[in-house]
C-alpha cells in the first residue's frame, strides 16, 4: 500500500510562484506514473500534469502548460510540482495520485472525475492565488 503525503501549499499573490511535494512511501514508486490533480472550490477535480516513471515524459493541461513544471527525485521517493505566474484560477486543492499500471495519460483523461482510475491518492494540500 502505497501512501502519499502532499505539502508546500498556501496563500500566494498573482504572479507569485509556489513549490507543492509530494513523498511517496515506497520505493516501488520508481515505476508508477505519478499525477498532480487538483480540485478549484465547488468545482470537479481536474488534471493538472503527469510523469510517467520509466521515461520521465511529462504531460500538463492546457491551462497550466508553460507555467508549470512537473518533476520527481528518485532518491527522495518524491514528485514535485512548480507552479510558477499563479493565477487566481489555481486556486484549488492540490493532489497527488500514483497509478502503478502507468496507462496512457489520455486513458486516464477519459476515465474523468472523480478518481480517473487512480490506485493511491494523497489527502491534498490548499494553493490560494489571491489577486
Known amino acids: 500500500q502505497v501512501q502519499l503525503v502532499e505539502s508546500g501549499g498556501g496563500l500566494v499573490q498573482a504572479g507569485g510562484s509556489l513549490r507543492v511535494s509530494c513523498a511517496a512511501s515506497?520505493?516501488?514508486?520508481?515505476?508508477?506514473?505519478m499525477y498532480w490533480f487538483r480540485q478549484p472550490p465547488g468545482k470537479e477535480r481536474e488534471f493538472v500534469a503527469t510523469?510517467?516513471?520509466?521515461?520521465?515524459?511529462?504531460y500538463y493541461a492546457d491551462s497550466v502548460k508553460g507555467r508549470f513544471t512537473i518533476s520527481r527525485d528518485m532518491n527522495k521517493n518524491t514528485v514535485y510540482l512548480q507552479m510558477n505566474s499563479l493565477k487566481p484560477e489555481d486556486t484549488a486543492v492540490y493532489y497527488c495520485?500514483?497509478?502503478?499500471?502507468?496507462?496512457?495519460?489520455?486513458?486516464?483523461?477519459?476515465?474523468?472525475?472523480?478518481?480517473?482510475?487512480?490506485?493511491?491518492w494523497g489527502k491534498g494540500t490548499l494553493v490560494t492565488v489571491s489577486s
Open positions: 515506497e520505493r516501488t514508486f520508481r515505476s508508477y506514473s
Open positions: 510523469i510517467r516513471g520509466s521515461t520521465v515524459m511529462t
Open positions: 495520485a500514483a497509478d502503478p499500471g502507468a496507462r496512457p495519460w489520455g486513458g486516464v483523461i477519459d476515465i474523468g472525475p472523480p478518481n480517473y482510475g487512480m490506485d493511491y
